[in-house]
């Protein structure tokens, strides 16, 4: 069955959605203005490599299946959609004409699935450890997602790593790390039967004969997408430094040891909540793959650029971690260090 998905991100979203499209589904991509002109006009280009390839393919949205448009926040009609994809950053839900999207969102009580790094607080309190914790102070704006049903919200951990190229157009993305995104389940049975056949759509897709990577695995656990937490925890906020900052690959492996303390304090956190070890990515493979991140994180170039707000998952830890009466020094400087680079908002060439 073509399915209606409704992405609100046309960045990172547009992964997502060009998987999609080659399953034969229709996306609309929520954006600036000048943004969705280029895409309506262009289509979107995707740029990825399958396995035993040496060079990235170039996959077009117009020599797709399904369709793509894209849209300001304020002509989008919610009616016409199955499911909302929120593949924008934390802070950029503040923006009042996203926050008036997301009121008719929520009172069509359509099911989102998330792709941020940081949790939508009404994903939080579907899990019963977290659900009378004070976290609010860890969003930019915690009123954001009053109106949001618990039980309609799912989380997609986004392990696979793309990014811009700065000096083409904003319809281009380039993977760097063609990995899966892994979903929790939402609390209705139909609203998973959706995730379901998207995962299977999305599997049987292929590009000459051959599979292409980056598939939708959906879990039967909540706790899945958490084990993104230990990666951001050991990795991206550590590649900000208090005068620098510095790439993934540098922060994990700059010393093996503490890094592994670390990672493996955030994945004990997450079992206190009721992850189970196989909800989980062992260390090993975490710093396999990090081998090969030699860029610094988004949050550290947002940082480094001078960003007033960035996702603050290593917040919203060091709240929980304490809350739970395990706190770690590790990740207190962390936040410290953190919270000091966005108060002097010092811009580093």
Same mark, same amino acid.
């Given at each position: 069955?073509q399915r209606?998905?409704?992405i609100l991100?046309a960045?990172y979203?547009?992964l997502?959605?060009?998987?999609?499209?080659?399953?034969?589904?229709?996306?609309?991509l929520?954006?600036?203005r000048?943004?969705?002109?280029?895409?309506?006009r262009?289509?979107?280009?995707?740029?990825i490599?399958?396995?035993?390839?040496?060079?990235h393919?170039?996959?077009?949205?117009s020599?797709?299946?399904?369709?793509?448009?894209a849209s300001?926040p304020e002509?989008i009609?919610?009616t016409?959609?199955?499911?909302?994809v929120?593949?924008?950053q934390?802070p950029?839900y503040t923006?009042?004409?996203?926050?008036?999207?997301?009121?008719?969102?929520?009172?069509?009580k359509?099911p989102?699935?998330?792709?941020?790094?940081m949790p939508?607080?009404?994903?939080?309190?579907?899990?019963p450890?977290?659900a009378?914790m004070?976290?609010?102070g860890?969003?930019t704006?915690?009123?954001?997602?009053?109106?949001?049903?618990?039980?309609?919200?799912?989380?997609?951990?986004?392990d696979?790593?793309?990014?811009?190229?700065?000096?083409?157009g904003?319809?281009?993305?380039?993977v760097?790390?063609?990995?899966?995104?892994k979903a929790a389940?939402?609390?209705d049975?139909?609203?998973?039967?959706?995730?379901?056949?998207l995962?299977?759509?999305?599997?049987a897709v292929?590009?000459?004969g051959?599979?292409?990577?980056v598939k939708?695995?959906v879990?039967?656990?909540?706790?899945v997408?958490?084990?993104?937490w230990?990666m951001?925890?050991?990795?991206?906020?550590?590649?900000?430094?208090p005068?620098?900052i510095?790439?993934?690959?540098?922060?994990?492996?700059?010393d093996?040891a503490r890094?592994r303390?670390i990672?493996?304090?955030v994945?004990?956190?997450?079992?206190?909540?009721?992850?189970?070890p196989?909800?989980?990515?062992?260390f090993?493979?975490?710093?396999?793959?990090?081998?090969s !991140? =030699?860029?610094p994180?988004?949050a550290?170039?947002?940082? /480094?650029?001078g %960003?007033?707000?960035? $996702?603050? @998952?290593? !917040? =919203?830890?060091?709240?929980?971690?304490?809350?739970?009466? /395990?706190?770690n %020094?590790?990740?207190? $400087?962390? @936040?410290?260090?953190?919270?000091w680079?966005?108060?002097?908002r010092?811009v580093?060439?």
């Open positions: 069955m209606n998905i409704l991100g960045s979203g547009s997502l959605s060009t998987k999609l499209l080659m399953a034969g589904h229709n996306v609309t929520v954006c600036r000048k943004t969705a002109d280029l895409i309506n262009e289509g979107t280009a995707v740029r490599k399958l396995r035993d390839e040496a060079a393919r170039t996959i077009r949205s020599e797709l299946p399904g369709t793509v448009d300001s002509h009609d919610v016409r959609y199955d499911l909302v929120l593949a924008m934390e950029q923006n009042h004409t996203i926050r008036v999207l997301m009121i008719k969102v929520a009172a069509a359509l989102c699935l998330s792709l941020m790094n939508p607080l009404p994903y939080l309190k579907r899990i450890a977290l009378a004070d976290l609010e860890a969003y704006n915690a009123s954001v997602w009053d109106r949001f049903e618990p039980g309609l919200m799912s989380l997609c951990s986004p696979p790593q793309a990014f811009r190229p700065p000096d083409e904003a319809n281009v993305l380039h760097g790390l063609p990995t899966n995104f389940p939402f609390a049975k139909i609203h998973n039967q959706l995730l379901r056949d995962e299977s759509d999305i599997s292929r590009l000459d051959q599979d292409v990577p939708l695995k879990s039967e656990s909540l706790f997408p958490l084990a993104k230990s951001l925890l050991t990795g991206n906020y550590r590649c900000i430094r005068d620098e510095q790439s993934i690959r540098d922060a994990v492996h700059g093996l890094s303390a990672y493996e304090h994945d004990a956190i997450a079992r206190q909540l009721g992850a189970a196989e909800d989980q990515v062992p090993e493979k975490y710093a396999k793959a990090a081998e !991140l =030699l860029k994180s988004s550290a170039r947002a940082v /480094a650029n %960003a007033p707000f960035i $996702e603050r @998952v290593d !917040l =919203l830890i060091k709240l929980i971690s304490h809350q739970l009466g /395990a706190p %020094a590790e990740i207190d $400087e962390t @936040v410290e260090t953190v919270d680079r966005l108060d002097e010092i580093v060439s």
